[in-house]
């Protein structure tokens, strides 16, 4: 099972509103990251998750708020963002770090109102 | 610092024809390069890499990419492309074993005509 599973695959939020996006993996890897790409841009890297503990966190607004729960499931939880945050919300996985292949989900595409 | 410049952010080409998509680092360290391509709304997939060795180096479904010291270049290449090679293309760079970051370029979108 090489797949890194993302839910949901759409979400509309309003600016007030808090919501969560959901990320589970399964091949026992340890390192896990979230990643903002906007239409026509490379992915940039929000935070990275190495063994549970939040390893990087690349100046992100503190609307972003994530969590790893356990090994297998990453949250990224969402409160009063801004309309400039909408974009497709990328979660990935590796075995260690970058070096290793990171495989990515399809993607939550969020959409601010 | 480590960078990465492709130089087309678009390239047409015809079925069956040989394409290049061309990609140029920068680092002042070790390098690390790779090659994602991220199909219509899904996420990004590893198409091959170079860490060390030979400098060729070969994807599964016919790509390949050369790794050039002296012209700080990684380009991708096909010899033959299909309709489902239609994508956007990302080199991207890591300067340091043991780091989790990449830095991607800004992509190229390679279209399949048929």
């Known amino acids: 099972d090489t797949e890194v599973t993302q839910t949901p695959k759409h979400l509309v939020m309003g600016m007030t509103n808090k919501k969560s996006l959901k990320c589970e993996q399964h091949?026992?890897?340890?390192?896990m990251y979230w990643y903002k790409q906007k239409a026509k841009k490379p992915p940039e890297l929000m935070f990275v998750y190495s063994y549970e503990k939040l390893s990087i966190n690349e100046s992100v607004p503190s609307r972003f708020s994530p969590e790893c729960p356990n090994s297998s499931l990453l949250n990224l939880h969402l409160h009063a963002l801004q309309p400039e945050d909408s974009a497709l919300y990328l979660c990935a996985s590796s075995q260690r770090g970058a070096l290793d292949t990171i495989y990515f989900g399809e993607g939550s595409w969020l959409t601010v109102v | 610092a480590q960078s990465v410049t492709q130089l087309d952010s678009q390239v047409p080409v015809f079925e069956e024809a040989p394409v290049e998509l061309r990609c140029n680092y920068s680092?002042?360290?070790?390098?690390?390069l790779f090659w994602y391509v991220q199909y219509p709304n899904q996420g990004l997939q590893l198409l091959l890499k170079?860490?060390?060795?030979?400098?060729l180096v070969e994807s599964i479904n016919g790509f390949e990419a050369e790794f050039n010291k002296s012209q700080t270049s990684f380009h991708l290449r096909k010899p033959s492309v299909h309709i489902s090679d239609t994508a956007e293309y990302f080199c991207a760079v890591s300067g340091r074993a043991g780091s989790y970051q990449l830095t991607f370029g800004k992509g190229t979108k390679l279209s399949v005509i048929p």
């Open positions: 091949m026992g890897h340890r390192a």
């Open positions: 170079y860490l060390s060795g030979s400098t």
């Open positions: 680092s002042s360290v070790s390098v690390y």
